[in-house]
């Protein structure tokens, strides 16, 4: 299971534009409410603009994987089954595409 440490929601203009003020709101809404216990030191935190205007609202997982158009019901998938919507990887940072492939390849994990 992937473990979820940090989710940071952009809160740069567009991206509020696009909802992504709602988004945050139900991760730390649904967090609180139903999944404190499984994520025990989960941050959840407001961010700058990560230059992905265009593809917002934009939520980053774990300081590496980058999740666009996210929605209410994505940011609650999230939550519920991080495997799953983390195996809909959009985007991930270059500076982790090397890992990411490993881990994608099978040589890591």
Known sequence: MAELRTITVCQAELCQ??????????LQTRWEE???DKYPNLRIEAG???????????VTVNDSIILRHV???????LLENPDEMLGEVMHVLEQ???TFDRIIGGDLF
Do not use: F, I
């Not at 700058?48 to 934009?58: A, K």
């Open 48 to 58: 700058d603009c990560s230059g992905d205007c265009e593809w917002g609202p934009v």
């Open 17 to 26: 534009n696009r909802g992504s003020k709602t988004v945050m709101h139900r």
């Open 96 to 98: 982790d595409r090397d």
């Open 71 to 77: 929605d209410k019901e994505m940011a609650e998938r």
């Open 34 to 36: 139903l999944y404190k």
